[in-house]
């Protein structure tokens, strides 16, 4: 079983940056990607960004791609998101999640790929 906490949303004017942290309480020998997800009401459940676990290679969603970077760091566990430039189209609740499993390129930000999931941290801009 893999635990995840999620930190670091908040509330930001346009323009702001927030850096979200998930915190893993383990990774188990079949861990993969971790990713970042976000959701707001009525929306389904969006891929942002994902990164191997120990590995260099990383996915950003297209909207996001030039303002937020995903990176780790693999001695605490833990996954960053680092958003910059935000706008209001980026308020959401954020999610982390784990995958245990190969992935397909095409796959890698599909929220069904993933197989655990942390209670999110919501964050909010303000135009």
């Known amino acids: 079983q893999v635990q995840l906490v999620e930190s670091g949303g908040g509330s930001v004017q346009t323009g702001g940056s927030l850096r979200l942290s998930c915190a893993a309480s383990r990774y188990t020998s079949s861990t993969t990607w971790m990713g970042w997800f976000r959701q707001s009401p009525g929306n389904e459940r969006e891929g942002v960004a994902a990164?191997?676990?120990?590995?260099?290679?990383?996915y950003l969603a297209d909207s996001v791609k030039g303002r937020f970077t995903i990176s780790q760091d693999a001695a605490k566990n833990t996954v960053y998101l680092q958003m910059n430039s935000l706008k209001p189209e980026d308020t959401a609740m954020y999610y982390c999640?784990?995958?245990?499993?190969?992935?397909?390129?095409?796959?890698?930000?599909?929220?069904?790929?993933?197989?655990?999931w942390g209670q999110g941290t919501q964050v909010t801009v303000s135009s």
């Open positions: 990164i191997f676990r120990g590995g260099s290679s990383s």
């Open positions: 999640a784990a995958a245990e499993n190969f992935l397909l390129m095409s796959t890698i930000l599909r929220a069904a790929s993933y197989k655990y």
